[in-house]
């Protein structure tokens, strides 16, 4: 396992708006957010299977698990335990709702039928951060743009909600290639 150091920029630091998933490692990769010089967040597995998330940010660690063993909501957890949201993705679309138990609710939708782009949206604040995927992109397989004003009270770090999103881009591709 990855030794726990909190050597995360905050991205309320940040001096662009986009940022590159970076991919490290080949058979147990893990990604981080960086926008090439600073790392402001990490996603990584614990497990074979992949149902256990770890992502770390600035703000600490958090933890994205499945609530029961065939159903589709996730529990994101501050640490291992501390409840603070769910995850809920929809029946007969792609979209993805998040639920903070601080009163945020954000939809990840995937907005044209065949894009390519993931966006994060809430009814208050707009369009919060739009994730690409980069075709042939091993490397560096996403990138994220966020919002010009990114950083407002009573929303979550950007850089979590980032990680959430591609956690969630993720679990779709292994279950894609799981039924062919």
């Known amino acids: 396992m990855m030794e726990q150091t909190n050597d995360f920029r905050n991205v309320a630091q940040l001096r662009t708006s986009e940022l590159f998933?970076?991919?490290?490692?080949w058979w147990h990769p893990y990604y981080e957010l960086s926008d090439g010089q600073f790392t402001y967040a990490r996603l990584s597995y614990?497990?074979?299977?992949?149902?256990?998330?770890?992502?770390?940010?600035?703000?600490?660690?958090?933890?994205?698990?499945?609530?029961?063993?065939?159903?589709?909501?996730?529990?994101?957890?501050?640490?291992?335990?501390?409840?603070?949201?769910?995850?809920?993705?929809?029946?007969?679309?792609?979209d993805v709702k998040l639920r903070m138990a601080n009163g945020f609710e954000a939809n990840y939708m995937f907005k044209k039928l065949f894009g390519k782009s993931f966006s994060l949206v809430n009814?208050?604040?707009?369009?919060?951060?739009?994730?690409?995927?980069?075709?042939?992109?091993?490397?560096?397989p996403f990138c994220v743009t966020l919002a010009p004003d990114n950083q407002q009270p009573g929303k979550p770090d950007v850089a979590l909600l980032a990680m959430i999103g591609v956690h969630y881009i993720l679990v779709r591709q292994a279950q894609a290639a799981a039924t062919t």
Not at 123 to 140: C, R
């Open 21 to 25: 998933i970076n991919r490290i490692g």
């Open 46 to 94: 614990k497990g074979v299977f992949k149902r256990y998330d770890i992502i770390e940010c600035a703000e600490g660690m958090f933890t994205i698990k499945r609530k029961s063993l065939i159903g589709r909501t996730m529990l994101l957890n501050r640490g291992e335990d501390e409840l603070i949201g769910e995850i809920e993705p929809s029946v007969w679309k792609r």
């Open 123 to 140: 009814e208050n604040y707009g369009d919060i951060l739009e994730i690409k995927q980069i075709i042939w992109g091993f490397k560096k």
